[in-house]
Nanobody, 124 residues
Framework: QVQLVESGGGLVQAGDSLSLSCASS????????MGWFRQAPGKERECVAA????????YYADSVKGRFTISRDNAKNRVYLQMNSLKTEDTAVYYC?????????????????WGQGTQVTVSS
């Protein structure tokens, strides 16, 4: 069983930066692709960034490209999301997720394990 715990959310102003971290308890972390998703009120959950098992392949949604960076540290069983130049439209609950393959996957249905989420609120 894999448990994921996100941290680092909070309230910031537009233009600020925030760094999210996700700790995994699973022994398979180093062989699992990971993703960061977000869900704003009244909207569907979307993938904002994803990364393959060794960090060599990444994906970013167009809305965050150039502002967000996903990375991972397999020695620490952690995946990170650095968010710069935050906008009010980035306000959402952010979720860390893991799937059972080595690759980089965007489709939400492919992810098996989910964290509880962390709130990010960006004020104007």
């Amino acid at each position: 069983q894999v448990q994921l715990v996100e941290s680092g959310g909070g309230l910031v102003q537009a233009g600020d930066s925030l760094s999210l971290s996700c700790a995994s308890s699973g022994r398979t972390f180093s062989t699992s692709g990971m993703g960061w998703f977000r869900q704003a009120p009244g909207k569907e959950r979307e993938c904002v960034a994803a990364i393959n098992w060794n960090g060599g392949v990444t994906y970013y949604a167009d809305s965050v490209k150039g502002r967000f960076t996903i990375s991972r540290d397999n020695a620490k069983n952690r995946v990170y999301l650095q968010m710069n130049s935050l906008k009010t439209e980035d306000t959402a609950v952010y979720y860390c997720a893991a799937h059972r393959t080595l690759g980089m996957i965007v489709r939400m249905s492919e992810y098996t394990y989910w964290g509880q989420g962390t709130q990010v609120t960006v004020s104007s």
